[in-house]
C-alpha cells in the first residue's frame, strides 16, 4: 500500500471519529505527512487569528499557564490541609497537579517561541553579519517546526491509545487521561503559529532595515 493510500486511510478515519480505526490508521508513517499538513494550515490559522485578535495574541497563552499555576497551587494546598488537619487524604490530589504542569509547560513553550526566551543567543547573533543573522533565525524556524511536528504526531498518537484504552486519571473514577492529553497537540499547532510569527516579522524586519536580534527578557513582551 503507497503512503498515499496511508494518508486517505487516516483522514478517512478522522472523519469516522472511531478511536480504533484512528489508532490503527496513525501507525503508519503516513501520520508525518498528515501531521505536518496540519501543523502548517493549523499554524498559519492561529498565526492570522492571532494578528487579527491582539487581546487573543497577548494573553491566551499567559492566561492558560496562570490558570494551571493556580490550579496546581490550589490543589496541592487542599491536599495539605486535608492530611494533617483533618487526617484525609484525596488520592488524586497527587496524580492531578502533573498533568496540570504539563499543559502549563507546553502553552509556555509556545508562548516563550513568541519572545524567543529559549537559547536566543542574542549575543552572538547580534555581532553577526545581516544574512547570518536572517540564516540563524531562519533555522530556528525550521527546528521549532520540525519539533512542533514530533510533538503532535507522536502525543496525538499517545492520546488516541489513551483514549482507547480508557485510561483514567489514577484516584479518580471517570475523569480520562486523554482530556489533559489532547492539549499537547493543540499547544504543538500553537508552536508552529508562534514560529510563523516569527519568521514573517524576521523577513519583514530583513526587508526594511530594521535590527533583527532583539535582547530576548523572560516574562517580557512580544
Known amino acids: ?56 495574541e497577548r494573553y491566551f497563552e499567559r492566561s492558560i499557564m496562570v490558570t494551571m499555576y493556580l490550579a496546581m497551587a490550589l490543589i496541592i494546598f487542599r491536599g495539605v490541609v486535608n492530611r494533617f488537619v483533618f487526617e484525609d487524604m484525596s488520592s488524586w490530589s497527587t496524580t492531578v497537579p502533573p498533568l496540570l504542569f504539563m499543559i502549563m509547560a507546553w502553552f509556555g513553550a509556545a508562548y516563550n517561541i513568541r519572545v524567543r526566551t529559549h537559547l536566543a543567543f542574542s549575543e552572538f547573533r547580534t555581532a553577526m553579519p545581516r544574512p547570518a543573522q536572517l540564516a540563524c533565525l531562519s533555522l530556528d524556524f525550521v527546528l521549532w517546526m520540525g519539533f512542533a511536528l514530533i510533538l503532535l504526531v507522536t502525543t496525538t498518537r499517545l492520546t488516541v491509545l489513551s483514549a482507547t484504552n480508557f485510561q483514567i486519571v489514577l484516584g479518580t473514577d471517570h475523569t480520562m487521561q486523554w482530556w489533559f492529553l489532547i492539549t499537547v497537540p493543540l499547544a504543538a499547532i500553537l508552536m508552529a503559529a508562534r514560529a510563523i510569527e516569527n519568521i514573517l516579522d524576521d523577513v519583514r524586519n530583513y526587508r526594511s532595515g530594521q535590527p533583527l536580534i532583539r535582547q530576548a527578557v523572560i516574562g517580557g513582551e512580544s
Open 1 to 56: 500500500m503507497s503512503i498515499w493510500s496511508d494518508v486517505g486511510t487516516i483522514i478517512s478515519a478522522l472523519l469516522s471519529m472511531d478511536g480504533f480505526s484512528i489508532r490503527s490508521a496513525l501507525r503508519s508513517d503516513a501520520a508525518w505527512i498528515v501531521g505536518a499538513a496540519v501543523l502548517i494550515v493549523g499554524g498559519f490559522a492561529v498565526a492570522i487569528l492571532y494578528r487579527r485578535v491582539p487581546l487573543f
